[in-house]
T-cell receptor
Framework: GQSLEQPSEVTAVEGAIVQINCTYQ??????LSWYQQHDGGAPTFLSY????GLEETGRFSSFLSRSDSYGYLLLQELQMKDSASYFC???????????FGGGTRVLVKP | EAGVAQSPRYKIIEKRQSVAFWCNPI?????LYWYQQILGQGPKLLIQ????????DSQLPKDRFSAERLKGVDSTLKIQPAKLEDSAVYLC????????????FGSGTRLTVV
């Protein structure tokens, strides 16, 4: 089975940087994904890391360390529209099944 | 490209009643998933289809939940009879078979069982 841990809530001001950590335990691992979900909306795909290192996509970056079973999502130059829940999700070795963490609610204040 | 379509958007039923949800995935996506998301939690996989075959239904409460994907395209998820604890958002997603393997989710069906 899989288990993922991430902080439940983070608060920051506009323009700041936020790092959301995710630690996982898994019997099979292909990669770590990140999804964003606004209240009442559908989760949307942000990034995927299969190999160790940093992947950058605009203001968002994602990092993976397979040896530490750890990853993080970095949100830079925070904007009000970044207020949402962020989920890490492990892609299992078998198929493309994703197991999601409990989510981190990010609140951006003016 | 068109997104993942789901209906209905909202549903309120009494406990012990039955309900069905419909999903139309992105054209060409062979893999389709149904997730249950309880308020304040992450999505939990109920069932995964590859074309019209079931890949994983280990977390589907089979005594009350059923799902099918006829002809490898549209899918329906049914609950019969519903319980209060089934109140949640039911999300359908589909994915292709190439990197970055991202899911595209539908807007979901918010089910309230009273």
């Amino acid at each position: 089975g899989q288990s993922l841990e991430q902080p439940s809530e983070v608060t920051a001001v506009e323009g700041a940087i936020v790092q959301i950590n995710c630690t996982y335990q898994t019997s099979g691992f292909y990669g770590l994904s990140w999804y964003q979900q606004h209240d009442g909306g559908a989760p949307t795909f942000l990034s995927y890391n299969a190999l160790d290192g940093l992947e950058e996509t605009g203001r968002f970056s994602s990092f993976l360390s397979r040896s530490d079973s750890y990853g993080y999502l970095l949100l830079q130059e925070l904007q009000m529209k970044d207020s949402a829940s962020y989920f890490c999700a492990v892609r299992e070795a078998a198929g493309n099944k994703l197991t999601f963490g409990g989510g981190t609610r990010v609140l951006v204040k003016p | 490209e068109a997104g993942v379509a789901q209906s209905p958007r909202y549903k309120i039923i009494e406990k012990r009643q039955s309900v069905a949800f419909w999903c139309n995935p992105i054209s060409g996506h062979a893999t389709l998933y149904w997730y249950q998301q309880i308020l304040g939690q992450g999505p939990k996989l109920l069932i995964q289809f590859q074309n019209n075959g079931v890949v994983d239904d280990s977390q589907l409460p089979k005594d009350r939940f059923s799902a099918e994907r006829l002809k490898g395209v549209d899918s329906t998820l049914k609950i019969q009879p519903a319980k209060l604890e089934d109140s949640a958002v039911y999300l359908c997603a589909s994915s292709g078979d190439s990197l970055p393997y991202g899911y595209t989710f539908g807007s979901g069906t918010r089910l309230t069982v009273v």
